[in-house]
């Protein structure tokens, strides 16, 4: 299964910015992707990668990190095998390398944010927030 993620860039400070995050790959693994949780993740120079969102098989639940809490819309179409993570007043501390992942699990909120919960990984895409 290969993830690839679009639609980072340089925005200044309270602009906005949509991740997607594609999947590819056997039949087998894309049809397994729906049953699985997926996740948003972020990691700064010099920090640990960090949760960011994350949202259940069918997008039936959802939890998202207190810091981006209002501002941080996760969502999935599991048709178009692909989830999304729009992002509203983007601030500095925003910016990092963003990668989206596929869990080894289904929906469990107390794993949510555990990037060992998770198994596959896309390459990332850079969001810079600056004015």
């Known amino acids: 299964l290969q993830l690839v993620e679009s639609g980072g860039g340089l925005v200044e400070p309270g602009g906005s910015l949509k991740l997607s995050c594609v999947a590819s790959?056997?039949?087998?693994?894309?049809?397994?992707?729906?049953?699985?949780?997926m996740g948003w993740f972020r990691q700064a120079p010099g920090k640990d990668r960090e949760g960011v969102s994350c949202?259940?098989?069918?997008?039936?639940?959802?939890e998202t990190v207190e810091s981006v809490q209002g501002r941080f819309i996760i969502s999935r179409d599991d048709a178009k095998k692909a989830i999304y993570l729009e992002m509203n007043d983007l601030r500095p501390e925003d910016t990092a390398m963003y990668y989206c992942?596929?869990?080894?699990?289904?929906?469990?909120?107390?794993?949510?944010?555990?990037?060992?919960?998770?198994?596959?990984w896309g390459q990332g895409t850079q969001v810079t927030v600056s004015s």
């Open positions: 992942a596929r869990a080894v699990t289904a929906w469990d909120d107390k794993l949510c944010h555990s990037p060992a919960a998770y198994h596959y």
């Open positions: 790959g056997r039949s087998s693994d894309l049809e397994d992707l729906t049953v699985y949780m």
């Open positions: 949202i259940s098989q069918e997008g039936f639940s959802s």
